[in-house]
């Protein structure tokens, strides 16, 4: 009975159905007879034709060079693929529900009020405006910042948390596996949603592939509400492209988490799969947790679209918020259906603004020519640029590719680290003692133009020195990446080139 389960589990049946998939097409397009042979020349036409259009459309040029690099290496397959990984299935119902979710919303993140004004002659005026009024994601005071060095702090903080709320309970997560982790906050959301709370749950179908198929079911038998994000078909087709990588955990409006951490064993060290997991996360305690409130509100409707009054969730209706200020809060999120690279655009003006340090982690450096420019000039400038990424890593090829760019990010002063201890998956920026930045966004091309993500920007918070604390605290536990060690044979480099082309589809 057991390997009939297994038989039929629903992840072995994708995978099973995608093989066969790609059998068919291969076989087509490698037949031999004259209807292939025309086939084959269509398809190159095809090729050329979405040449031409790539090359007349607007975005990072990365991506253009490496489908234009992989029309002349398979010129039959090239223009087929891009158009299988680039036809969006409902795209513009997608775009109308977003700019429709952003239009209903953007009034509402003022209820605690406008406080740009008070940034009027600041350093960092350029960026507040930025976020608030393009990206639309404005900056509040009155918020506590509690910044969470390791998972196994974030959880137990979040259980405390959870276990406190009145009203409503949001959470949204990536990855959510089965385990004592998940056991244990599925007993409080269990709990709360016995006793009347409206609970709800986001995850991403492919993220969570390990779930059983029926998960959905038995979280509304338990009386959770639940949305499963881009549901996982087994059909070659582009849809599956765009995740929501976002974490967020939100009690009663008044408290927020995000951060690198999902929902595993893993992600507290109760499970060991590449050492000790490092990791990070932040907890927002007042008006800005209200912010990833709409964020998540947004997002629920995305699923099933309907009315929401939205301003029936926010905490303070009958009086202010009580919470005393510190510094400067601005959370945002990050969505590849709207061109805006809000992630991005927030790192690189923390590394342009930078002028004594910039202390980065991240699991992933692949980045684009923007992002290797701005870090290389910043350290050609005299400040002191250091970034901790992993030792042991979780994907073999992502880790190669990452390793492509240390000569050049070294040669130009950067210092680079490897944490030894295990997993370094934390993604946190801070400079200057002053600014700081805690989210979900990897510095790799998925995570910084194709994902749904989410942050939390801080200025002149206390939270920004605990931050900088943990980074300094890490590097003993970190190796020094030296020009020595990025020496290379013409093995090697071939490799590694090899691979930099295709970064873009990371």
């Known amino acids: ?70 029309f002349l290496v398979f010129p039959v397959f090239g223009g087929f693929l891009y158009i299988l990984l680039h036809s969006q299935i409902d795209s513009r119902k997608l775009r109308r529900l977003v700019k429709e979710g952003n239009r209903l919303t953007h009034p509402l993140y003022f209820l605690p009020g406008d406080v740009l004004p008070l940034l009027e002659g600041k350093d960092c005026l350029n960026q507040v405006r930025y976020l608030q009024n393009y990206a639309g994601f404005p900056v509040y005071t009155h918020t506590q910042s509690e910044y969470f060095a390791s998972g196994e702090c974030f959880f137990a903080k979040t259980v405390e948390e959870l276990a406190k709320a009145e009203r409503y309970i949001f959470i949204e997560f990536f990855i959510i596996k089965e385990g004592y982790m998940l056991d244990t906050i599925m007993d409080v959301l269990e709990h709360k949603a016995a006793s009347g709370l409206d609970v709800r749950l986001i995850y991403d179908d492919l993220g969570c592939f390990m779930l059983p198929s029926n998960y959905k079911r038995r979280l509304a038998e338990k009386g959770i509400k639940c949305e499963v994000f881009n549901p996982f078909q087994p059909i070659l087709s582009s849809h599956q492209n765009n995740r929501d990588h976002r974490k967020i955990v939100i009690v009663d409006g008044k408290v927020a988490f995000t951060g690198g951490i999902n929902i595993g064993d893993e992600y507290i060290n109760a499970l060991e799969r590449f050492g000790h997991w490092k990791d990070a996360a932040i907890m927002l305690e007042g008006e800005a947790a209200w912010s990833f409130t709409l964020i998540f509100l947004r997002m629920w409707n995305l699923q099933q679209p309907q009315k929401i009054v939205y301003e029936a969730f926010y905490p303070w209706q009958e009086s202010a918020c009580p919470v005393p200020s510190d510094g400067y809060v601005q ?36 980045a684009d020519e923007n992002l290797l420019s701005a870090l290389k000039l910043a350290a050609k400038s005299g400040v002191d640029v250091r970034i901790i990424t992993p030792h042991r890593w979780d994907k073999k090829i992502v880790a190669i590719t990452s390793r492509s760019y240390y000569r050049e990010l070294v040669s130009a002063g950067v210092k680079i680290y490897e944490y030894t201890d295990g997993f370094n998956h934390s993604k946190t920026f801070v400079s200057d003692d002053k600014v700081a930045t805690v989210g979900t966004t990897n510095l790799d091309f998925r995570s910084l133009y194709l994902h749904f993500e989410c942050g939390v920007w801080l200025y002149k918070n206390r939270a920004i020195s605990s931050i900088k604390e943990d980074f300094l605290a890490t590097l003993p536990s970190c190796r020094q990446i030296t020009l020595k060690d990025c020496a290379r044979n013409a093995f090697q480099r071939i490799v590694q080139d090899i691979l930099r082309l295709f970064a873009p589809l990371m």
């Open 331 to 366: 959370p945002y999120a990050d969505s590849p259906i709207d061109d805006e690279n809000v992630g991005e655009h927030v790192y690189i003006q923390i590394i342009n603004n930078a002028r004594e340090y910039l202390y980065i982690n991240t699991p992933y450096l692949v």
């Open 1 to 70: 009975m057991s390997l009939i389960r297994v038989i039929f589990r629903r992840r072995v049946y994708v995978i099973a159905v995608l093989l066969i998939q790609i059998a068919c097409i291969l076989s087509f397009l490698a037949g031999s007879s004259m209807v292939f042979w025309h086939v084959n020349i269509g398809m190159q036409a095809l090729s050329i034709v979405v040449s031409f259009y790539i090359v007349n459309t607007q975005g990072k040029s990365g991506y253009k060079l490496t489908w234009l690099f992989l």
